[in-house]
Nanobody, 122 residues
């Protein structure tokens, strides 16, 4: 049973920063964490879940255009944790943020954690 636990979300003013964490605590991703490509995703109210950032097993990273230059994804394989450093936050970054493995058909993944709420508002 895959289990991913996201944390770090909060209410923050525009221009502020947050650091999200996602720890794998059981299942295949926990057991073989270092081998998995991982991603951060987000879902805003009334919108589909979208891919925000990815990090491969070899630590190559990629970002959605909307967050490029503001967000940084990283991983700590020893802690089986992936992070998302978010700077210069904008109201349009408001969403529930999730992490999961990343693969081309990520939208078909059948397990998602509870996510962590990020609200950017003055």
């Amino acid at each position: 049973q895959v289990q991913l636990v996201e944390s770090g979300g909060d209410l923050v003013q525009p221009g502020g920063s947050l650091r999200l964490s996602c720890a794998a605590s059981s299942g295949t991703i926990f057991a073989f964490f270092r081998l998995f490509n991982m991603g951060w995703y987000r879902q805003a109210p009334g919108k589909q879940r979208e891919l925000v950032a990815t990090i491969t097993a070899s630590e190559s990273t990629d970002y959605a255009n909307s967050v490029k230059g503001r967000f940084t994804i990283s991983r700590d394989n020893a802690k089986k944790t992936v992070y998302l450093q978010m700077n210069s936050l904008k109201p349009e970054d408001t969403a529930v943020y999730y992490c999961n493995q990343h693969r081309p058909d990520w939208s078909n993944l059948d397990y998602w954690g509870q996510g962590t709420q990020v609200t950017v508002s003055s």
